[in-house]
């Protein structure tokens, strides 16, 4: 168990806080079941009323003169009467209650999504993708689980005050006594919820963990396959799913002893009223009705007392939970917009970049004082060896990532000063492991928005995929599943392309976007880009000489920046690196060519 740094009231003070902004999310719901609660809570108040009031005018005349009162019926309507406002009180609370719990749990994870997708990118690599999945799940569910009994809880709350002071009005001295139990029932309560608030957070870091390495062992199933270590993975799953049952087993077992104490107290409670009652009764100080209004209010006090407990475990659990949460709303790295709309214009679009420098990491710079300047509707092949920079350039390029240093700039505007969602409008990237939404080939084409027939069309057929769509069992309405399983990877790859294509980009990057279709279906894919009438300036990192060949120029990057820019026989008669790079990828080629024939 990891060190606790919270007093027990800390703890409750910073529930009070995570309450209050759950409440503010939805007043209207919280107000709704707080006053069902207070119903109910009344109603309680007024049965033991009701029944104090049956048992002097009713039960005991009976019991002395054996014969029926006049009130019996008058008795059975009210006892009948109470019972349905409490039921009324009861729905209206759950009702109430579970649309607060849901709603909040719904704005949550949308709040949380939105925050997320405003992040840089650079956030994003830092994380793993398991644990913001449960963060998104788990982390917000236990988060808000405070929110079940809470409405409850609030109208426990007058229903002790409503106790206590009926008590007093009927003796103050069981009232004292009834003060001292509550508040020792409470306390008790008060410290176990601290206890368990450090158990509660090493379960929602298992939680975690479970979940990132069941989402790594699924998203690496091929390559856990491949490799033969289904049993390592199940392994490592079952050591982390261990750890976890064994947190709970600690919690629960810490949540039931102190359970036991609370159930306690109030049946203990109850006996000692009694006792003391009873010497009241027999001192003549109070009737023999009025305890038993004591002692049926008592009784119907069990339950709500230990509610309270429920409420201030579940809140050691909530603060818990939300912690992970609020660690993801901290997060500021967010990308910076500026109020730049996209063009009306329908023509490729220039492109420069000026002393751009970039690093993953600040002792490692990827690029350093890049130049680069880009014609309109030039189709510019990017090309070096692993590790360059190539598609780091791509992706600055499309915005994925901001340079550290230097200014990227698309027919003459900065991209940082595109307005959110605008430079998009302008700017296609295609990378080289396409992802396909659970969805139609037609959906994710369009992504829900409105193209024409003609476009869609027009889009597969430049992509060269028009033909594998239609072959498919529903053609174009045919539903993907996950990640476009059911396709092969240059299908895949040539749907991606579609996608770019379809929104008619001033500047397409392509990423070795077409690495897993046949040779000769990519040369045909840049024909055909090149010579379609497209609005595009394309920007294409290559590695095939047939890809190399089709494009206008080449830039050749090595070394942090660019060594050479040019056409494919101009570097290769001035830049040795690039002349030597491009005769090992013609061999590597060549190979290839003769291991398939």
Do not use: C
Not at 317 to 325: D, E, F, Q, T
Not at 470 to 492: M, V
Request: aromatic residues 6%.
């Amino acid at each position: 168990m990891t060190e606790r740094r919270l007093t027990p009231w800390a703890v409750v003070r910073g529930g009070t806080r995570l309450i209050g902004r759950f409440v503010r999310m939805h007043p209207t719901a919280f107000a709704t079941a707080v006053i069902g609660a207070a119903v109910f809570a009344g109603a309680i108040i007024v049965s033991s009323l009701v029944i104090g009031w049956v048992t002097d005018t009713v039960i005991i005349p009976i019991l002395d003169e054996g014969e029926e009162p006049d009130l019996l019926a008058a008795a059975a309507l009210a006892i009948m009467a109470v019972a349905l406002v409490k039921a009324v009180g009861i729905v209206v609370r759950r009702t109430a209650a579970g649309y607060l719990t849901s709603a909040t749990r719904r704005d949550l994870r949308n709040e949380l999504l939105e925050h997320q997708l405003n992040l840089k990118m650079s956030w994003f690599s830092r994380q793993a993708i398991g644990d913001l999945l449960a963060v998104a799940d788990s982390d917000v569910q236990q988060g808000t689980g405070v929110l079940g009994p809470l409405p409850y809880a609030s109208g426990v709350s007058l229903l002790l005050v409503g106790t206590v002071t009926m008590i007093a009005t009927i003796d103050p001295w069981l009232a004292v006594g009834a003060v001292i139990g509550l508040a020792s029932a409470i306390a008790i309560d008060v410290h176990g919820s601290w206890i368990t608030y450090g158990m509660w957070e090493q379960v929602q870091v298992m939680r975690g963990e479970v979940s990132s390495v069941a989402h790594e062992a699924f998203d690496g199933a091929l390559t856990v396959k491949a490799l033969g270590r289904e049993s390592h993975v199940s392994a490592r799953f079952g050591d982390a799913s261990e750890e976890l049952r064994n947190r709970l087993i600690e919690v629960n077992s810490t949540w039931t002893k102190y359970q036991v104490v609370i159930r306690a107290l109030p049946q203990a409670l109850i006996v000692l009223l009694l006792v003391g009652g009873a010497a009241r009764i027999a001192a003549g100080a109070m009737t023999a009705g009025e305890m038993v209004t004591i002692a049926y209010l008592l009784a119907l006090l069990s339950f709500p007392i230990q509610l309270i407990g429920f409420v201030l475990w579940d809140l050691a659990g909530s603060l818990a939970g939300w912690k992970r949460v609020q660690d993801v709303f901290d997060a500021d790295e967010f990308i910076s917009y500026g109020d730049t709309a996209a063009s009306e214009s329908t023509v490729a679009a220039p492109v420069t970049g000026t002393t751009v420098g970039f690093s993953y990491d600040e002792d490692e710079p990827v690029l350093d004082e890049l130049e680069l300047e880009l014609d309109a509707g030039t189709t510019l092949a990017v090309v070096g060896p692993t590790g360059s920079g190539k598609s780091t350039l791509g992706l600055l390029l499309a915005r994925l990532w901001d340079p550290d240093s230097g200014q990227i700039r698309l027919e003459g505007r900065d991209l940082r000063d595109f307005a959110i969602s605008e430079l998009s409008k302008e700017v296609s990237y295609v990378a080289q492991n396409a992802f396909l939404f659970d969805t139609t080939v037609r959906g994710n084409i369009t992504l829900d928005s409105d193209f024409s027939e003609v476009e869609i069309e027009t889009a597969m057929r430049l992509a060269q995929a028009k033909t594998f769509i239609e072959e498919l069992p529903q053609g174009i309405d045919t539903e993907l599943g996950e990640r476009g399983a059911t396709l092969s990877g240059g299908q895949r790859q040539r749907l991606a392309l579609a996608r770019a294509l379809i929104r008619k980009p001033r500047l397409l990057i392509l990423d070795d976007a077409t690495s897993a279709v046949d040779p000769s279906v990519e040369a045909e894919i840049l024909r055909g880009l090149k010579s379609a009438a497209l609005p595009s300036t394309i920007v294409v990192v290559a590695y095939r000489p047939s890809s190399i060949r089709l494009a206008d120029e080449v830039v050749y990057v090595d070394d942090k920046r660019i060594l050479g820019h040019g056409t494919h026989e101009e570097l290769l008669s001035s830049v040795p690196g690039y002349a030597r790079l491009v005769q090992a990828y013609e061999e590597e080629a060549e190979r290839l060519r003769k291991e398939a024939s």
